[in-house]
């Protein structure tokens, strides 16, 4: 079996991790892959299914051991990154890993990937329906919520660098849309 992996991203707020629980739900093909972090869980979170929490200083060890296909310092002092074990675990296991990270993240696993990886920019309507959506969660203060839209400005910028842009207006149409990418990619009827 080829070794393919499906990159998803987008500007938080855009509706990726809805569209990518809704592919995970619908192709079994696919397996989540779990990010390595520095942050703390979030309340209800655990270790392994969200995400592999780590301190900064096991994080630093295994950028040391080159044991990432990617990382990022996303926000000031929180690390993410993609282990190359995980990508292994889900290609052992005879399935395609749904990478749901950050749009350098994305880009270095491109890289390094090449045809093996499919990339999918999540993009909102606008900057101004972005900013409804991330008010309306209620988990942002004033600050946090122009660090988001500064930085989803900023990712916006390299969206025409993915194989794929998908308009996140409609949430069923933009899904069917990256779901018929993904199975063309996979080659599955």
Request: net charge negative; charged share 30%; aromatic share 10%.
């Given at each position: 079996?080829?070794?393919?992996?499906?990159?998803?991203?987008?500007?938080?707020?855009?509706?990726?991790?809805?569209?990518?629980?809704?592919?995970?739900?619908?192709?079994?093909?696919?397996?989540?892959?779990?990010?390595?972090?520095?942050?703390?869980?979030?309340?209800?979170?655990?270790?392994?299914?969200?995400?592999?929490?780590?301190?900064?200083?096991?994080?630093?060890?295994k950028i040391d051991?080159?044991?990432?296909?990617?990382?990022?310092?996303?926000?000031?002092?929180?690390?993410?990154?993609?282990l190359k074990s995980?990508?292994?675990?889900?290609?052992?296991?005879?399935?395609?890993?749904?990478?749901?990270?950050?749009?350098?993240?994305?880009?270095?696993?491109?890289?390094?990937?090449?045809?093996?990886?499919?990339?999918?920019?999540?993009?909102?309507?606008?900057?101004?329906?972005?900013?409804?959506?991330?008010?309306?969660?209620?988990?942002?203060?004033?600050?946090?919520?122009?660090?988001?839209?500064?930085?989803?400005?900023?990712?916006?910028?390299?969206?025409?660098?993915?194989?794929?842009?998908?308009?996140?207006?409609?949430?069923?149409?933009?899904?069917?849309?990256?779901?018929?990418?993904?199975?063309?990619?996979?080659?599955?009827?």
């Amino acid at each position: 079996m080829e070794k393919k992996i499906i990159i998803i991203t987008a500007p938080s707020g855009a509706g990726k991790t809805t569209i990518v629980r809704k592919l995970l739900a619908s192709m079994p093909v696919l397996a989540f892959s779990v990010s390595a972090a520095t942050r703390s869980a979030r309340e209800g979170e655990v270790n392994g299914r969200d995400y592999y929490f780590m301190s900064v200083d096991e994080f630093h060890a295994k950028i040391d051991a080159h044991a990432f296909a990617e990382y990022e310092m996303v926000y000031a002092g929180k690390y993410y990154g993609t282990l190359k074990s995980e990508l292994e675990r889900i290609w052992e296991e005879r399935r395609i890993p749904m990478v749901d990270i950050d749009v350098k993240g994305a880009l270095s696993i491109k890289e390094k990937y090449h045809q093996q990886a499919l990339t999918i920019f999540i993009e909102p309507p606008s900057i101004d329906a972005l900013r409804a959506r991330l008010s309306e969660r209620g988990t942002e203060t004033q600050a946090s919520l122009e660090e988001r839209l500064g930085k989803a400005r900023y990712e916006l910028s390299f969206s025409h660098e993915f194989d794929h842009i998908v308009v996140n207006d409609e949430l069923e149409r933009a899904y069917e849309e990256v779901k018929k990418l993904v199975t063309d990619f996979l080659n599955i009827k």
